[in-house]
C-alpha cells in the first residue's frame, strides 16, 4: 500500500471485484483526511474524506477506514469498474508547523489502480 | 461553473527563461495554493495565499514567486527556469480555513525546462 513519501505502488484487480487501497499517514496530530483520484493528464478529483473523531464514513461505491492507533487509512471501492483506473492517493491535514500559520495537507504519492476486464 | 482554470497546458522553457503560471477560480474561494507534482512522489506545496494580496510559503518555495492581487487569481512566476523545475504544476482553491472539503484543483500545467 501507499505511504506518505515512497514510490508508487501498484494494484490490478478484476472488474467487478472489490479493490482496497492503503495509506499510511505520518502525523498522529493530523485531524482531517482525504482520498483523491487523479486521471491521466488531469487533476487530482476528490473522492471522499474523514475527520480524525470518525472510524468509517462511506459514500458511493466507495468506503474510507481510519484506525488512528496505527496511523492508518484505507479506500475501499466495490465492484470495481474500468472507469475506476487511476491513480489514487491520500492527504492528511497536519498541524501548523509554526505558530499562526494555516494547517496543510501533505499528500501521498498514490496507488496506481488497473482494472482488468 | 469553471472550478479552477490553469494557464498554459504546456509549456517548454530554456534554462534561465521566465514564464508566468495564471490560476483563476471562479468559486470565490479565499485560499489558492501552487503544488508540483514529480513523479513517484506526492504533491509538494510551493506557495500558498490565504486571501486576496496575501501570499505564503509552502514547503518547496525556492526559484518560485507568487502574487495575489485579485481574490480570483494566483500567479506562479519562475524567474530564471532551471531544468529542476521541470514538473506538472497544480493549482487548488478551498473556501476557508477551517472548510472540512477537499480542495479543488486544475487540471494542471506540465513545464519542461531544456
Known amino acids: 500500500g501507499e505511504s506518505v513519501g515512497l514510490h508508487l505502488p501498484t494494484l490490478s484487480v478484476q472488474e467487478g471485484d472489490n479493490s482496497i487501497i492503503n495509506c499510511a499517514y505520518s502525523n498522529s496530530a493530523s485531524d482531517y483526511f482525504i482520498w483523491y483520484k487523479q486521471e491521466s493528464g488531469k487533476g487530482p478529483q476528490f473522492i471522499i474524506d474523514i475527520r480524525s473523531n470518525m472510524d468509517k464514513r462511506q459514500g458511493q461505491r466507495v468506503t474510507v477506514l481510519l484506525n488512528k492507533t496505527v496511523k492508518h487509512l484505507s479506500l475501499q471501492i466495490a465492484a470495481t469498474q474500468p472507469g475506476d483506473s487511476a491513480v489514487y492517493f491520500c492527504a492528511e491535514r497536519t498541524p501548523p508547523t509554526t505558530s499562526g500559520s494555516a494547517r496543510q495537507l501533505t499528500f501521498g504519492s498514490g496507488t496506481q489502480l488497473t482494472v482488468l476486464p | 461553473n469553471a472550478g479552477v482554470t490553469q494557464t498554459p497546458k504546456f509549456r517548454v522553457l530554456k534554462t534561465g527563461q521566465s514564464m508566468t503560471l495564471l490560476c483563476a477560480q471562479d468559486?470565490?474561494?479565499?485560499?489558492m495554493y501552487w503544488y508540483r507534482q514529480d513523479p513517484g512522489m506526492g504533491l509538494r506545496l510551493i506557495h500558498y495565499?490565504?486571501?486576496?494580496?496575501?501570499?505564503a510559503k509552502g514547503e518547496v518555495p525556492d526559484g518560485y514567486n507568487v502574487s495575489r492581487l485579485k481574490k480570483q487569481n494566483f500567479l506562479l512566476g519562475l524567474e530564471s527556469a532551471a531544468p529542476s523545475q521541470t514538473s506538472v504544476y497544480f493549482c487548488?482553491?478551498?473556501?476557508?480555513?477551517?472548510?472540512?472539503?477537499?480542495?479543488?484543483f486544475g487540471s494542471g500545467t506540465r513545464l519542461t525546462v531544456v
Open positions: 468559486m470565490n474561494h479565499e485560499y
Open positions: 495565499s490565504v486571501g486576496e494580496g496575501t501570499t
Open positions: 487548488a482553491s478551498k473556501r476557508s480555513a477551517d472548510t472540512f472539503y477537499g480542495y479543488t
